[in-house]
């Protein structure tokens, strides 16, 4: 059963136009990150939540930004996607303690295009 | 910052062969390290991790080596089968607790 669930699968938004994406997990884990992943590159960080902690990477636009209303769910939103935006987009999540503390475990993605 | 690269950008094996998947890293005081397999479409699946305290961790048909000395990490996978078609990331735990992945090897599966 998927732990990591990031809906949709696939979104089309225009030039533009916001679009969110979403994510829920089942694990409980205290941290969830979002990673943006182009072609064939490695997954690149945008930002993660410890908690309710909100942290950005230095070089994520503004045009990105995220929610967590609660420990299960984190979105993701684009406020005016470019073209240069559509990707895929990754929700993981891992927790703080424990022996498997830092390993991350991914959802299967949101492919993003933008027309 | 860290900085993690893979050697190979693809690699192509045959069937019931084994595969072996490099990557270096930049940082000495790095001491944790996972690798990722991602199919198409999918995202970056879990396969083993190792802490710098070891040289070598095994799983089931895969194994992970790590020397500290030269920065390099391996990992091998045993009598591959069509099924372990995919990219494989290494990621290095860096100082701010993050993972930096490498560039990925496209692992391809000849039958």
């Known amino acids: 059963d998927a732990m990591v669930i990031q809906n949709p699968r696939y979104q089309v938004t225009q030039f533009g136009k916001p679009v969110t994406l979403s994510c829920s997990q089942t694990?409980?884990?205290?941290?969830m990150y979002w990673y943006q992943q182009k072609s064939s590159q490695a997954p690149k960080l945008l930002f993660h939540?410890?908690?309710?902690?909100?942290?950005n990477e230095a070089d994520t636009p503004d045009n990105f930004q995220s929610r967590r209303p609660n420990t299960s769910f984190c979105f993701l939103d684009i406020r005016s996607p470019g073209l240069g935006d559509a990707a895929m987009y990754l929700c993981?999540?891992?927790?703080?303690?424990?022996?498997?503390?830092?390993?991350?475990?991914f959802g299967a993605g949101t492919r993003l295009s933008v027309l | 910052g860290e900085s993690v690269g893979l050697h190979l950008p693809t690699l192509s094996v045959q069937e019931g062969d084994n595969s072996i998947i490099n990557c270096a890293y930049s940082?000495?005081?790095?001491?944790?390290f996972i690798w990722y397999k991602q199919e198409s479409g999918k995202g970056p699946q879990f396969i083993i991790d190792?802490?710098?305290?070891?040289d070598k961790r095994q799983g089931q048909r895969v194994t992970v080596l790590l020397n500290k000395t030269v920065k390099h990490l391996s990992l091998q996978i045993a009598a591959t089968q069509p099924g372990d078609s995919a990219v494989y990331f290494c990621?290095?735990?860096?100082?701010?607790?993050?993972?930096?992945f490498g560039g990925g090897t496209r692992l391809m599966v000849k039958p």
């Open positions: 993981a999540t891992s927790r703080t303690g424990g022996l498997a503390k830092n390993i991350q475990y």
């Open positions: 694990l409980n884990h205290n941290v």
């Open positions: 939540y410890y908690d309710k902690d909100f942290n």
């Open positions: 940082n000495s005081a790095s001491d944790y």
């Open positions: 190792i802490r710098s305290n070891m």
């Open positions: 990621a290095v735990l860096n100082a701010g607790n993050m993972l930096t």
